[in-house]
Structures are given as structure tokens and as C-alpha cells.
């Protein structure tokens, strides 16, 4: 919705200079326009969640079917609980830098891979430069934009949703005041109009301006352009975060004759005075130590409460103030040109427990948008006392480990920022030199092995006695496990750790309640004996269904139970690993043995559950288990 278009993201701004003759004005304004309304009764909004589903641990998204005004809308609701340490809300700029779009399916796919399970849309940005968020934007405490721009060139703010350090939310229609100060000639209060904006030309669709001390950190990404006539001081990388002092020191003052762009690189920053603003950096000479002061404060009020922001994305409404849902005038107060129209809506808000909700509400044939008063009315029916609108309409966007949850408009539509929910990332397999010492496993004979991951952990297999393979010189790696052969495989592996170590042997029962296993099938002993250690089960009480082949999530079962019965107690419980394993009944197998190492996925948050193991994946698994248990002083290698 707002992120493509001029007008709707409100691209340009008169500078600060030029307001000062109507901040009183401009003041009392907004002042009228902020009107708040009482949260309506809950019987005026019904939401119900019409399903549940675990996204990873307590990250929870349900599916909304909402009730208001007369008509049923649909949407998808992010649910974190306050008392999530595993789980870290952050949000990402698109390229990583203040300039630049991309679509939430690439960004969601790039920070998969840094540990990002679900996700929504960021805020507003500007037409030009493209892509710079429109308005305050603080990720991991630095400060990458301050101010919004209007079309209008009023003196008015937009919203603002942003983080605490200690995980609570704020939300406000906010402004940020930079000030410049130079200790050793003596000055100090300079303003600084923008930062990491693009500078003001005849070409802007607002008036000219005359002049602005603009400040550019390495996050801008890109050249900026730099008038003539204009003076500009090459700085120590400035680490502005949303509040307080910083300092750097001036590296080169150059006074270009004609236009020319400059790169802002990392470890730079760049003070641009043009126009009225050039004697603003009279005196400035190389080597000379400056300070930036930032202030962030409510638009209408102190700047209590923002200082140390850890996050922060420039919002399209503020939907819910301290419990009280704004008016649809306020709304309209920040530029927002289509708050009264029914669009997709995203939204993010906190409940005073501190629960954190996203919220998305679709734009479809069944569905048919909401404006911001009804997004903020459902938001309020669902508990929550603050809250901010992202970017809607086409932007509205939801994705769950990199898939979208809702269905956009328009699902290639660039974004400068998003939210996204971190976790961390399954552990990484633990390595196998206790149970297979380097320089002791000799080569075997297989042929069919060189080419896979798992050679070195089919060779140790062979060396335990575990596996002679399908012939001499064939292991087959690809190839499935049936029940019956990882019967063989475990009690094979069990029978040699127990010689070798102090660990619970298998009883040599060969009585089995299983049907369908004749008694001249060559497992049938070992079907026995770990169906005696209550090790294996059958699919019913009287069939074990021995050709089907073993799937990971089963494999990930067979192999805690056998640790358990090796060590004669459970193995502690794992924490919530994978996302695609939700509905398994073998999860909490799959999370014992993550933790421990012996398990590993497939990438970012899968396990594949349901795949066949394959043999050589089973050999890794079952000497990563040998590894634990050696590590442990269970068993030892062979001699």
C-alpha cells in the first residue's frame, strides 16, 4: 500500500528550519487531532480463532475470523508470550541497509537462515531515496532514520512501534531532535535536519528549500548526492543510537564547486551543510572532536520512556495509546490518506502482561479489509493496550518459516523493513572422534560410499560390527532402512557397546507377540529381544510390520529408547527444535536427541519427519549416539 507510491508514503517534508514559524501552530494542532476514544465494549468485536497451530516453543498463530460492523473479516494473529527467552523480536532492514526494497519472500528466505521462523511487514519508507523507512528506525539500538517526511510538509508525526531493553512496548506519534555540538570552538545546539535522508531539490514534489545540515552514517548504503556550493565534513562512524551523545572525530572538510556523490562507507559518516545551512559549519577543521545528541520524544509530549529504544519501525496509525484507541481524526493527522478506507492491515501491539501480537487482516473475496479504526478496535478486543499499523493493503504480508501465512495482493511487492521472530537455530551435529578416534577406523571395502557425507561414519560402523553391508563391497548409503533391518542394526550395536562397556545388555528372550515376523525370518531374534526391552513396538498388538521402512521421526524414537535402556534412565527433555515436526508423536525424541547432538536437520528449522531414513544417515546417527555414550564413559571403541 504505502510503500510504493509518493503520496501514500509521504515523501517529503518541509525542513525544520522552515517549521519554526509555525511550531505553535503546528502544535495546537495536532494537540485537537489527537483525540482518543474509550475502548468499545467487548460484544462490538468478535474474534475468534478458528485454529491454533505451534509455530516453534510458545511462538503460537492462529487463524482469526472476526466479527465487526455487521461483517466477518478474516486474518492471522502472531502470538509471543512475555516469558519467551528463547524467542527475539527484531526487526531487519531490507538490504541491511537504510536504502533499498525487497520482497518479504527473499527477506524471509535470508533471515531463515539466521534463525527467523515467522514475520510481518515493516512500515512506511520513502520514494527517494528508495527505500529508506519513513520515520524513526532503530535495530539492535542504532539508529538508522529519525523523523518522518509528509507530503504535506506539515509539522506533524507519524506513529511509531518500538522496544524497551527490557522487551516492552511503546507506541506513539513521535519527534526526534539531533543536535550538532563542536566543544573546542565553542558552539553547540546546532540542529541537524535529517538524517541518512536524500537532499532537497527543485525536483521534489514540495517547495525548494533553502538550505539543511543533513548527516549520513554507513547504514545510508549508497552515494548521496552533494550540491554545490555546499560544505562537507568526512566524520569517525557516528553509532547513533535513539538517545544520548556520541562523539567522532573530523577526518576531512572538502567545499565541492559542483555536484559530485560520495560513497558513506562503513566506519564513515558525512555532515552535509548546503544552502542557508553552510556557515552552520563555520570553524570545522580536520582533527577537531564533534557530538551528536539525539532526543526522541512523544510529538505532544516528554521524552520519558523512549530513551534506549532497542527496535523501533515507523508505523502508517497509531491504533491504541495506554488502552485508548485513537480517533479516525488523529489517524488522519499523520498523512495517512487511506484510514478510512478497508484495505489488508497489518498490525503489532503488546497486552499489559506483555505479550507481543502481530496481526495481519486479508483483502480477498471473503474478506474484505478493515480501515485503521476497526484494525485498532479488534486489536483492542484482543487485549492489547498499544499498538501501531504497519505498512497495508498490498504490503500486508505474514510468513511462517519463510512461507506466507496470509495471501497478499501482491506477494512480489518490495519492502524496506520487516519484523521477524528469532530462535535459535537447531544445534549443529556433534562430531564422532571419541567413538571413532582418527587414525583408528580402518577403510573398508565399500564401493558405493566415496561419494557421500557419510563415508567416514559408514567405515566406523563397519569397524563396531554393526554393518557388513549388503555385500562385501556394497553398502548401498541411499537406500531405506526396513523395521526389521534396524532391529538387526540396534541389537548388533547394543550387544557390542554392552561387551565393551558398563551399560544395560539386551535380554535374550526370543518370544514375540508379532504375527507377521515367521520364526525363519533372519531378524526375528533381534525383533524379539528389543521388543523384550520394550525398545521396538509393533504397529498393532500383534503385528510389527517388518518390510516397512523406518522414517526419521520413528528412527529418532527407536534410538532414545535405546540410549534409555543402555543407561537404565530417561534422557533429559530438549527444547522445541524444528517447526515441521509439530504434529509428530516421536517430537519429543526428536528434541531429546537434537540437544544431545545426535540428530540434526535438513536445514534451517526442517527435520523432514516423515522422510525414510536412509542407510547412511543411519549410520551417522547411530555413531553420533556411540560418540555420546563413549563421551559419557558408557562403552569404548573397539580395541
Not at 510504493?4 to 511550531?23: K, P
Not at 520513502?126 to 509528509?150: F, H, K
Not at 493496550?385 to 505498512?391: E, G, L, P, S, Y
Not at 563397519?462 to 540396534?490: D, K, N
Amino acid at each position: 500500500m504505502g510503500g510504493s507510491l509518493a503520496g501514500q508514503c509521504g515523501v517529503l517534508q518541509t525542513t525544520r528550519g522552515r517549521w519554526s514559524q509555525r511550531l505553535v501552530v503546528g502544535f495546537t494542532a495536532l494537540a485537537l487531532l489527537a483525540v482518543f476514544t474509550p475502548v468499545p465494549a467487548a460484544e462490538a468485536v468478535t474474534v475468534t480463532a478458528t485454529s491454533s497451530d505451534r509455530v516453534l516453543g510458545d511462538l503460537t498463530v492462529d487463524r482469526l475470523a472476526v466479527r465487526i460492523n455487521g461483517r466477518t473479516v478474516r486474518g492471522d494473529r502472531l502470538i509471543i508470550p512475555a516469558d519467551a527467552p528463547d524467542l527475539e523480536l527484531r526487526p531487519r532492514l531490507a538490504q541491511g541497509t537504510a536504502v533499498g526494497l525487497d520482497t518479504m519472500t527473499s527477506m524471509s528466505r535470508i533471515e531463515r537462515s539466521r534463525g527467523a521462523v515467522a514475520g510481518i511487514n515493516g512500515g512506511y519508507w520513502l520514494y527517494r531515496p528508495t527505500g529508506v523507512p519513513n520515520g524513526l528506525y532503530v535495530e539492535r539500538g542504532r539508529m538508522v532514520s529519525a523523523d518522518s517526511s509528509l507530503r504535506s510538509g506539515l509539522p506533524a508525526a507519524r506513529a511509531v512501534a518500538g522496544f524497551r531493553e527490557d522487551g516492552s512496548f511503546i507506541a506513539d506519534r513521535i519527534r526526534v531532535h539531533q543536535h550538532l555540538d563542536i566543544p573546542s570552538i565553542g558552539l553547540d545546539g546546532i540542529e541537524i535536519d535529517e538524517l541518512n535522508r536524500q537532499v532537497r531539490t527543485s525536483g521534489d514534489r514540495t517547495h525548494d528549500t533553502d538550505g539543511e545540515l543533513l548527516l549520513f552514517d554507513s547504514r545510508y548504503g549508497t552515494s548521496f548526492q552533494v550540491p554545490a556550493r555546499s560544505v562537507l565534513l568526512m566524520v569517525d562512524d557516528l553509532d547513533l543510537s535513539s538517545s544520548g551523545r556520541v562523539t567522532g572525530v573530523v577526518r576531512e572538510r572538502r567545499s565541492p564547486t559542483t555536484d559530485i556523490r560520495r560513497e558513506a562507507t562503513e566506519g564513515t559518516s558525512a555532515l552535509l551543510a548546503y544552502g542557508d545551512a553552510v556557515p552552520k559549519l563555520a570553524g570545522i577543521e580536520p582533527g577537531m572532536e564533534i557530538g551528536v545528541t539525539t532526543t526522541v520524544a512523544p510529538f505532544n509530549g516528554v521524552a520519558a520512556g523512549w530513551d534506549n529504544l532497542r527496535s523501533a519501525v515507523p508505523g502508517a496509525g497509531l491504533l491504541i495509546h495506554e488502552g485508548r484507541i485513537s480517533s479516525g481524526t488523529a489517524m488522519s493527522s499523520e498523512g495517512i490518506n487511506h484510514a478510512s478506507d478497508r484495505r489488508a492491515r497489518t498490525a503489532i501491539g503488546q497486552k499489559p502482561d506483555g505479550t507481543t501480537v502481530m496481526l495481519t487482516i486479508d483483502e480477498t473475496r471473503s474478506s474484505s479489509g478493515v480501515t485503521l479504526f476497526e484494525l485498532a478496535q479488534i486489536m483492542a478486543a484482543t487485549g492489547i493496550t498499544n499498538a501501531v499499523a504497519m505498512d497495508g493493503g498490498g504490503s500486508t504480508s505474514m510468513t511462517i518459516n519463510g512461507q506466507f501465512r496470509n495471501t497478499p495482493s501482491h506477494a512480489a511487492r518490495g519492502h524496506s523493513s520487516a519484523w521477524f521472530v528469532y530462535a535459535p537455530r537447531p544445534p549443529a551435529a556433534r562430531g564422532v572422534e571419541a567413538a571413532c578416534p582418527p587414525g583408528s577406523v580402518p577403510s573398508n571395502s565399500f564401493e558405493d560410499t566415496t561419494a557421500t557425507v557419510h563415508a567416514a561414519t559408514i567405515d566406523c560402523l563397519a569397524w563396531w560390527e554393526v554393518t557388513g553391508g549388503v555385500t562385501p563391497t556394497r553398502y548401498a548409503p541411499a537406500q531405506g532402512v526396513t523395521r526389521e533391518q534396524m532391529a538387526s542394526f540396534l541389537v548388533r550395536w547394543i550387544d557390542g557397546a554392552a561387551a565393551r562397556g558398563d551399560v544395560q545388555p539386551l535380554p535374550s528372550s526370543t518370544s514375540h507377540p508379532f504375527t507377521d515376523v515367521d520364526a525363519d525370518n533372519v531378524h526375528m531374534s533381534a525383533i524379539a529381544r528389543l521388543s523384550a526391552a520394550e525398545i521396538i513396538r509393533g504397529r498393532t498388538a500383534t503385528t510389527y510390520d517388518p518390510a516397512a521402512v523406518v522414517t526419521r521421526a520413528e528412527t529418532a524414537t527407536l534410538l532414545r529408547r535405546t540410549l534409555e535402556h543402555l543407561q537404565g534412565s530417561p534422557l533429559p527433555p530438549g527444547r522445541d527444535t524444528f517447526t515441521d515436526d509439530n504434529t509428530s508423536v516421536h517430537e519429543p525424541s526428536i528434541n531429546q536427541l537434537s540437544q544431545l547432538q545426535i540428530v540434526g536437520g535438513t536445514g534451517g528449522f526442517s527435520y523432514v519427519p516423515n522422510d525414510p531414513v536412509s542407510r547412511g544417515a543411519m549410520a551417522s546417527m547411530l555413531m553420533r549416539a556411540s560418540d555420546w555414550l563413549v563421551s559419557e564413559g558408557r562403552t569404548t571403541p573397539p580395541s
